[in-house]
């Protein structure tokens, strides 16, 4: 196995699984083991200055002769949905186009994952089945490390100064809370937290959560007639009366959904979590007025129970911001066009610790990673993708 898929496997052996319920920061103590690891990589290539704050956040910086300060950035933590412990990565040769097996019976198949098709003839790296990979972003943080490790060997090549700055908490809308931009000086900076190598992303989902809190009327149900309201049943009721064609399943490219992430309850009392995505700012405004409304309606109908409805913004769309330093993307385009990648202008159907950063002065748009099926057992690794994208990178901070 190749040096930089060895790095990679060792990062996502790691278990840092963010937690949205903590109210801390890093929401885990584990994010911090793979920056202490990181710390040391990067000390040992060259970096310095390497080190890791109070809140987990890890910065450097390589010097250079050329006249830019580029920033590189990748996020920590892996996501809430699948288990990121006691990951088992397993190499999948020159994929056929088949189903590749997994454990406990899963396989996974392209006629559900087209985007597999993509890949025929190239390595990849799966899960076992029973945990995420985790590409999602330590695929960015290999990627920028073995970009590093490049000029650590290679002194004599010119480059601008590098700012690296790897994250916490991205995977809860946290990443850049306490993120230090003094600290990380730079001019401008590329999140390496995608997916398709080819694709320059500048824009992202407006993103809101929404938390609703109800209160029943709880008495003993053989006594309940005219009297019992079952909080979980409410709960139930408002859910189904969301619009049910938009959801993430109904939803692609430019389209925005409501998404249940959570939903508990009991006749006292019930919790939903709904996270609300839009491109638009009319269109996440829209999906928050039809979910207080049925919150509304709800109570309207049962005005004995109590209903409460938190909105919280999460992120917004970075295009407005990355627009303003067209010169950023172009620098992006003629590192892939040097690589023999024509580049696709994308969106993300999410977000990146680069949208807050771009609104902040950071103009900081987002490129490939080469892993795919995020936040889940399916998730996997082109190889031979991953190792063009150090290339790109190598190529950004010399141009």
Same mark, same amino acid.
């Given at each position: 196995?190749?040096?930089?898929?060895?790095?990679?496997?060792?990062?996502?052996?790691?278990?840092?699984?963010?937690?949205?319920?903590?109210?801390?920061?890093?929401?885990?103590?584990?994010?911090?083991?793979?920056?202490?690891?990181?710390? $040391?990589?990067?000390? /040992?290539?060259?970096?310095?200055?390497?080190?890791?704050?109070?809140?987990?956040?890890?910065?450097?910086?390589?010097?250079?002769?050329?006249?830019?300060?580029?920033?590189?950035?990748?996020?920590?933590?892996?996501?809430?949905?699948? /288990?990121?412990?006691?990951?088992?990565?397993?190499?999948?040769?020159?994929?056929?186009?088949?189903?590749?097996?997994?454990?406990?019976?899963?396989?996974?198949?392209?006629?559900?994952?087209?985007?597999?098709?993509?890949?025929?003839?190239?390595?990849?790296?799966?899960?076992?089945?029973?945990?995420?990979?985790?590409?999602?972003?330590?695929?960015?943080?290999?990627?920028?490390?073995?970009?590093?490790?490049?000029?650590?060997?290679?002194?004599?090549?010119?480059?601008?100064?590098?700012?690296?700055?790897?994250?916490?908490?991205?995977?809860?809308?946290?990443?850049?809370?306490?993120?230090?931009?003094?600290?990380?000086? %730079?001019?401008?900076?590329?999140?390496?937290?995608?997916?398709?190598?080819?694709?320059?992303?500048?824009?992202?989902?407006?993103?809101?959560?929404?938390?609703?809190?109800?209160?029943?009327?709880?008495?003993?149900?053989?006594?309940?007639?005219?009297?019992?309201?079952?909080?979980?049943?409410?709960?139930?009721?408002?859910?189904? /009366?969301?619009?049910?064609?938009?959801?993430?399943?109904?939803?692609?490219?430019?389209?925005?959904?409501?998404?249940?992430? $959570?939903? /508990?309850?009991?006749?006292?009392?019930?919790?939903?979590?709904?996270?609300?995505?839009?491109?638009?700012?009319?269109?996440?405004?829209?999906?928050?007025?039809?979910?207080?409304?049925? %919150?509304?309606?709800?109570?309207?109908?049962?005005?004995?129970?109590?209903?409460?409805?938190?909105?919280?913004?999460?992120?917004?769309?970075?295009?407005?911001?990355?627009?303003?330093?067209?010169?950023?993307?172009?620098? %992006?385009?003629?590192?892939?066009?040097?690589?023999?990648?024509?580049?696709?202008?994308?969106?993300?159907?999410?977000?990146?610790?680069?949208?807050?950063?771009?609104?902040?002065?950071?103009?900081?748009?987002?490129?490939?990673?080469?892993?795919?099926?995020?936040?889940?057992?399916?998730?996997?690794?082109?190889?031979?993708?991953?190792?063009?994208?150090?290339?790109?990178?190598?190529?950004?901070?010399?141009?």
């Amino acid at each position: 196995m190749q040096d930089s898929l060895k790095r990679f496997v060792r990062y996502v052996r790691i278990n840092t699984q963010s937690d949205d319920t903590t109210g801390v920061t890093p929401s885990t103590e584990c994010q911090k083991n793979l920056g202490r690891l990181l710390v $040391e990589e990067l000390l /040992s290539l060259g970096l310095e200055d390497a080190h890791m704050d109070e809140w987990g956040n890890v910065y450097a910086h390589l010097e250079g002769t050329l006249g830019l300060k580029i920033g590189l950035n990748a996020h920590m933590d892996t996501a809430l949905e699948v /288990s990121g412990e006691n990951v088992k990565p397993c190499l999948v040769r020159e994929y056929k186009g088949g189903p590749i097996k997994l454990a406990n019976g899963l396989e996974m198949n392209p006629k559900t994952f087209p985007s597999l098709l993509k890949h025929v003839g190239h390595d990849l790296i799966v899960t076992d089945g029973n945990t995420l990979l985790g590409g999602d972003d330590k695929a960015g943080i290999a990627i920028i490390m073995q970009a590093l490790e490049f000029y650590h060997e290679h002194p004599e090549v010119e480059h601008h100064t590098i700012c690296v700055a790897f994250t916490v908490d991205e995977e809860i809308g946290e990443g850049t809370k306490h993120f230090n931009y003094e600290e990380m000086g %730079a001019d401008f900076a590329y999140t390496i937290d995608g997916a398709d190598i080819d694709r320059i992303e500048c824009e992202n989902f407006n993103a809101k959560s929404v938390t609703i809190k109800i209160n029943g009327v709880s008495v003993h149900p053989g006594e309940g007639k005219g009297k019992l309201i079952n909080a979980g049943k409410v709960a139930s009721e408002l859910v189904a /009366s969301l619009p049910g064609d938009e959801t993430p399943f109904d939803s692609e490219y430019d389209q925005g959904f409501w998404h249940l992430t $959570e939903m /508990s309850g009991s006749p006292d009392n019930a919790v939903i979590h709904i996270i609300v995505r839009d491109f638009e700012i009319e269109g996440i405004e829209r999906r928050i007025e039809y979910i207080q409304s049925a %919150a509304n309606l709800v109570k309207e109908k049962y005005p004995q129970i109590e209903v409460e409805v938190e909105v919280k913004h999460q992120y917004e769309n970075m295009k407005q911001y990355v627009l303003r330093k067209p010169e950023v993307i172009e620098h %992006a385009k003629s590192a892939l066009r040097n690589n023999g990648i024509e580049p696709v202008m994308g969106l993300i159907r999410g977000g990146t610790d680069g949208a807050t950063m771009s609104k902040f002065g950071l103009v900081t748009p987002n490129l490939g990673n080469a892993s795919f099926n995020h936040h889940g057992r399916f998730e996997y690794l082109d190889v031979q993708d991953y190792e063009k994208m150090i290339d790109v990178v190598v190529d950004i901070l010399r141009i």
